[in-house]
T-cell receptor, first 111, second 117 residues
Framework: AQTVTQSQPEMSVQEAETVTLSCTYDTSESDYYLFWYKQPPSRQMILVIRQEAYKQQNATENRFSVNFQKAAKSFSLKISDSQLGDAAMYFCATGNEKLTFGTGTRLTIIP | KAGVTQTPRYLIKTRGQQVTLSCSPISGHRSVSWYQQTPGQGLQFLFEYFSETQRNKGNFPGRFSGRQFSNSRSEMNVSTLELGDSALYLC????????????????FGQGTRLTVV
């Protein structure tokens, strides 16, 4: 079983600035991945980035990177050079048999 | 490579009716999972199918059922619809090895928006 907590219901950032979205989790699994998904108004869930728990090196995908602290069970998402198209709901998730999602963070980009 | 395809995109049904939703996963993916998304409950797991077998089930009543075909396409059925079944239903396609539950990535379709009136 696992739980995922996103404590920031809403965040906003100026265009071109950097923003960090927080996520903490708890799991009884020993081998797992962590994911960040983006859900724009179109409602499609888009995989942004993933991190294998066994890897110490933080994952990076272009402007998106994570800060994974396994001992603290923390998995934050950093978005650099924020763009208008980054505006969306962001969900943190984990789980093997099933994905457990956080409640989401609504990110607004200010032009 | 085609993505995950869900049909239909929108549905309006009356209470008491039944509905069938379809999901075609990414080619080569044998795992298909279904999720319900509502403003009040967030994203909740319904069930997972792998190689035509239900492998895992969430905490939903028996009115929610599914199946998977030999080509990995999956259908979800909801019988005796209730107003509370109004939601976005998302299908996720994953590559999982036989005998392994490890979820290395999951790709979602665009969802089916079900409205029960």
């Amino acid at each position: 079983a696992q739980t995922v907590t996103q404590s920031q219901p809403e965040m906003s950032v100026q265009e071109a600035e950097t923003v960090t979205l927080s996520c903490t989790y708890d799991t009884s699994e020993s081998d797992y991945y962590l994911f960040w998904y983006k859900q724009p108004p179109s409602r499609q869930m888009i995989l942004v980035i993933r991190q294998e728990a066994y890897k110490q090196q933080n994952a990076t995908e272009n402007r998106f990177s994570v800060n994974f602290q396994k001992a603290a069970k923390s998995f934050s998402l950093k978005i650099s050079d924020s763009q208008l198209g980054d505006a969306a709901m962001y969900f943190c998730a984990t789980g093997n048999e099933k994905l457990t999602f956080g409640t989401g963070t609504r990110l607004t980009i200010i032009p | 490579k085609a993505g995950v395809t869900q049909t239909p995109r929108y549905l309006i049904k009356t209470r008491g009716q039944q509905v069938t939703l379809s999901c075609s996963p990414i080619s080569g993916h044998r795992s298909v999972s279904w999720y319900q998304q509502t403003p009040g409950q967030g994203l909740q797991f319904l069930f997972e199918y792998f190689s035509e077998t239900q492998r895992n089930k969430g905490n939903f009543p028996g009115r929610f059922s599914g199946r998977q075909f030999s080509n990995s396409r999956s259908e979800m059925n909801v019988s005796t619809l209730e107003l509370g079944d109004s939601a976005l239903y998302l299908c996720a396609s994953s590559f999982k090895k036989t005998g392994s539950y490890k979820n290395t990535e999951a790709f979602f379709g665009q969802g089916t928006r079900l409205t029960v009136v």
